[in-house]
């Protein structure tokens, strides 16, 4: 794992403060968009954490999954099936039980998946995203192609004492960063512990981690059920969010969009990643906002990145910040 320069994680941690005072001063700055504006950085923050479990498996395992989103819409959909049609899911229950349900179906696509490699991993894992799809789509107890409606925010209660009302915006803003933040750090101890380390080995030289003695496969499917469960928690979050599910959660182009978010930030450093979604969904919004064709514009501004800055926004970080640190004798 990339450490982090000192004169990167300050402004990181800027950032974060940035992002908590958000809603006490927001209204301030803009006074009429504030709570949209609120509600949209809850939703970047909710995929830069989907963009850092993607960052697990391409950017240090290099598995180049194409399935990532099919988790994302499996945790949406399990709050979903989950909760009552006209009362509050228990979220001490649904969470557990719907991160155990991801946690369990990536176990077993990626047990398949890992027998292969290369762009046979990647067509797999697209296999398997679309057939997650299809089968919310046609399926009427999910709702079919319209989705499903989640009418009561969950409960977070103990003996019938509410803990934290979900329901109420800022509290739920709150969570999201609460839970950004613990993704971060809790991907990085992970990749800093013993078994971080040998997916990272896995990621440069596979055979000569097996002429080590370690088994590449049990720690690449390991890896691969950590990142799709957080992926899980992620559509958790969202479906919490907007109320809403559909199928298009868990379809191959959010995947894409995911991975396409992992390659602007930089793969292998996770800040990388959570910064790529920040900057692919503000750009989205600002180019949404000036013209009509702005998917077109959008991939311009894609392909410019990719080839202005081929280690993305992470790697001009970490180059602008090694002489500056060298200097200072950190």
């Known amino acids: 794992m990339i450490r982090l320069p000192r004169s990167i994680a300050l402004p990181l941690l800027a950032l974060v403060v940035l992002l908590a005072l958000f809603p006490a001063y927001g209204p301030l700055l803009f006074p009429a968009k504030h709570a ?3 509600q949209k950085l809850a939703g970047i923050m909710i995929l830069a954490m989907l ?8 950017g240090v395992t290099g598995l ?5 989103a099919a988790f994302f819409g499996l945790g949406g959909y399990g709050l979903a099936l989950l909760s009552p049609e006209y009362e509050a899911a228990n979220l001490w229950l649904v969470l557990p039980a719907t991160l155990a349900g991801v946690a369990a179906a990536s176990a077993v696509v990626g047990w398949l998946s890992i027998r292969t490699s290369g762009i046979y991993f990647i067509m797999v894992t697209l296999a398997f995203g679309q057939m997650g799809f299809y089968l919310f ?12 409606y989640i009418m009561v925010t969950p409960s977070l209660e103990i003996a019938g004492t509410a803990l934290l009302r979900l329901s109420d915006k800022m509290t739920f803003y709150y969570v999201v960063l609460a839970l950004f933040v613990g993704v971060y750090f809790g991907l990085r101890m992970l990749l800093a512990s013993p078994f971080g380390r040998v997916v990272a080995a896995i990621g440069v030289n596979e055979n000569r981690v097996r002429g080590l003695g370690f088994d590449p496969d049990r720690y690449k499917l390991v890896a691969f059920v950590i990142g799709c469960t957080v992926a899980g928690l992620a559509g958790f979050l969202a479906a919490m969010q907007y109320g809403f599910v559909n199928p298009s959660m868990l379809s191959w182009h959010h995947s894409g969009e995911a991975l396409v978010m992992v390659i602007l930030g930089g793969m292998g450093t996770l800040f990388g990643p ?7 969904e503000l750009a989205r919004y600002g180019l949404e906002s000036m013209t009509e064709h702005w998917l077109a514009a959008m991939g311009v501004f894609v392909i410019v990145v990719v080839l202005a800055l081929p280690k993305g926004i992470a790697g001009l970080l970490l180059r602008l910040a090694r002489p500056r640190d060298e200097g200072d004798g950190s």
């Open 274 to 280: 959570a910064l790529g979604a920040f900057v692919f």
């Open 36 to 38: 949209f504006l609120m």
């Open 51 to 58: 963009a850092m479990s993607l960052d697990l498996l391409v």
């Open 137 to 148: 789509n046609d399926s009427k107890g999910a709702g079919g192609s319209d989705g499903m």
């Open 64 to 68: 180049v999954s194409l399935a990532h």
